[in-house]
């Protein structure tokens, strides 16, 4: 079963919406995916998922009441297969915190194609932005899955 972490900096807008997302996603296509998120920094830890992002999640009928936010600790590299940043800043420091000697790191929406980074609502309010970066980025990574791409 492979096992998924989503990074972002706080852990309560961008990586607990994909971590619910494609949750939701993977158990709607049959996939036996776990999925987590946790942040590089400790500004946020204990905290809710931020008002924007549950908003979204409420929206979407998924579940996301009892996410805390929490630090990346070192074990997490050996607990999972793939290790998705949102954006490069999330990249980096993921890469000096563990390395990347099984090159587990990605970002997030370079399964889709792309260089960008996620938005990131904490500066622009705008979640429903997010939420389509993050919808995209999934569905590629499911796509990409189906495709035995990480077997």
């Not at 036996?32 to 400790?42: G, K, L, N, R």
């Not at 979640?127 to 590629?140: I, M, P, Q």
């Given at each position: 079963m492979l096992k998924i972490l989503f990074v972002c900096h706080g852990n309560i807008c961008r990586s607990p919406m994909a971590e619910f997302v494609m949750r939701d996603m993977c158990r709607k296509a049959g996939l036996?995916?776990?999925?987590?998120?946790?942040?590089?920094?400790?500004e946020e830890l204990g905290n809710p998922v931020h008002r924007g992002t549950a908003g979204i999640l409420r929206r979407l009928g998924i579940d996301y009441s009892a996410k805390r936010a929490r630090q990346i600790n070192r074990a997490d590299y050996d607990e999972y297969d793939?290790?998705?940043?949102?954006?490069?800043?999330?990249?980096?420091?993921?890469?000096?915190?563990?390395g990347d000697k099984e090159k587990k790191i990605h970002k997030l929406l370079e399964f889709a194609g792309r260089a960008d980074d996620v938005a990131d609502p904490w500066y622009t309010g705008n979640?429903?932005?997010?939420?389509?970066?993050?919808?995209?980025?999934?569905?590629?990574l499911i796509a990409a899955i189906m495709r035995g791409d990480f077997d």
């Open positions: 036996e995916v776990v999925t987590a998120s946790a942040a590089t920094s400790t793939l290790l998705i940043g949102m954006d490069t800043a999330n990249i980096r420091n993921m890469t000096r915190f563990w979640f429903e932005r997010t939420y389509l970066d993050v919808k995209e980025g999934c569905e590629a």
